[in-house]
């Protein structure tokens, strides 16, 4: 059984840096195929994909957040971090990590499961 | 980066309707499209994959279909735990999510 949970900061300092980490089990990040995304919702409204990390530590980003964003993974810990500097209230959100997995011997993917999600509160 | 767009954003229904939701794509991806439920404070839920095939455990009556550009989600009997709201994604390329679809209680 796959389980991912995320663990950070509830509250966060405008300006400030956020840190979150996901622990997960059931699974290896490095098994081909295999990833790990973040993935955002800011109260009533939709999610956002924020940034992946795959098996072979290839890493991408969400083009509109990507100056601000950073992934790593620890695989002898079963943990994915990301970092996000320069908080704003606009990042409120809960924030969500989930599996990345592949159909076998293809290349469609999909994100299961998910975390239960952190919510994370920019203010002062 | 490709760009998700759900219609409606929310619908009124009820139990027996059949529902449909549709997902456009900024540019063809395929059929490398997921969709997912999600309900009031919890995660979201994978339902289907490659815009058609349906994840183990996941009722008959949900379907999708579509390729290229033009996609569709539909409940064929809408049931009460279907209540929630809908999100396609894209997997073409890097993730995109699309606006989601809340579908209430008439």
């Known amino acids: 059984q796959i389980t991912l949970k995320e663990s950070g900061p509830t509250l966060v300092a405008p300006t400030q840096t956020l840190t979150l980490t996901c622990t997960f089990s059931g699974f290896s990040l490095s098994i081909s195929g295999v990833g790990v995304g973040w993935i955002r919702q800011p109260p009533g409204k939709a999610l956002e994909w924020l940034a992946l990390i795959y098996w072979d530590d290839d890493k991408r980003y969400s083009p509109s957040l990507k100056s601000r964003l950073t992934i790593t993974k620890d695989t002898s810990k079963n943990q994915v971090v990301l970092t996000m500097t320069n908080m704003d209230p606009v990042d409120t959100a809960t924030y969500y990590c989930a599996h990345r997995t592949s159909l076998t011997g293809t290349t469609v993917n999909w994100f299961d499961p998910w975390g239960q999600g952190t919510l994370v509160t920019v203010s002062s | 980066d490709i760009q998700m767009t759900q219609s409606p954003s929310s619908l009124s229904a009820s139990v027996g309707d059949r529902v449909t939701i549709t997902c456009r794509a900024s540019q063809s991806i395929r059929n490398y499209l997921n969709w997912y439920q999600q309900k009031p404070g919890k995660a979201p839920k994978f339902l289907i994959y490659?815009?058609?095939s349906l994840q183990s455990g996941v009722p008959s009556r949900f379907s999708g279909s579509g390729s290229g550009t033009d996609f569709t989600l539909t409940i064929s009997s809408l049931q009460p735990e279907d209540f929630a709201t809908y999100y396609c994604q894209q997997s073409y390329s890097d993730p995109s999510f699309g606006g989601g679809t809340k579908v209430e209680i008439k």
């Open positions: 490659a815009a058609s």
